[in-house]
């Protein structure tokens, strides 16, 4: 936590000591239409498999998902943009061979600070709730949690109204009800969008 104040510290020096501005002046509206992949995993989970009688692990990897959406961006500074977003993604994780892998729908709700520190390259961070609408899992939706929390960090950069933007989520939220069960969404997303002033 101490180091997550920290980050947000210099983001917050960063936003008022620059005076640099992008595409859109200070009080405009704009919509983003994003569409982009994933890398998702869940944190600290690991399965073993008894496959030709031997019981190895197999540890979580990285699956490759996709996620569409759009944002809404209120420019209260000069150089701070704040966007709200709505997002479909597929998330989870992978494992090796027959272990398969876990998909994990989420509509997700980001809410990011674009902090620009110089003309059209921003800082971004935020908060995201995301909401579980299905998994290809074997068992009961009822085993994990409806609505995941995430801190979003990232940077994004734009040219003709092209925004390329890549950012991490650290989860934040255990994914399945069970209390035992430590793992969380880790979420690499790299995705463009276009600005329409509004």
Do not use: W
């Not at 933007?165 to 793992?183: C, D, F, H």
């Amino acid at each position: 936590m101490k180091k997550l104040s920290s980050i947000l510290v210099v983001l917050f020096c960063l936003c008022t000591l620059s005076s640099h501005a992008q595409s859109v002046g200070k009080g405009a509206f704009s919509f983003v239409p994003r569409v982009g992949i994933d890398f998702a995993k869940l944190s600290n989970h690991e399965i073993y498999s008894t496959a030709d009688y031997i019981s190895r692990s197999n540890k979580a990897q990285f699956k490759l998902g996709f996620v569409v959406g759009a944002n809404v961006e209120y420019m209260a500074l000069d150089n701070l943009g704040i966007e709200l977003g709505f997002q479909y993604a597929r998330e989870g994780t992978d494992h090796d061979l027959e272990a398969g892998e876990l998909a994990l729908d989420y509509i997700n709700v980001p809410l990011i600070a674009n902090i620009y520190v110089v003309d059209n390259l921003a800082l971004r961070v935020g908060v995201q709730p995301g909401f579980l609408v299905g998994n290809d899992a074997d068992f009961s939706d009822d085993a994990f949690k409806k609505v995941d929390f995430s801190i979003p960090v990232g940077l994004s950069y734009e040219y003709e109204n092209f925004i390329l933007g890549v950012r991490y989520n650290i989860g934040l939220t255990r994914i399945y009800k069970n209390n035992l069960a430590k793992e969380k969404n880790q979420v690499f997303m790299v995705d463009l969008g276009y600005r329409i002033a509004l």
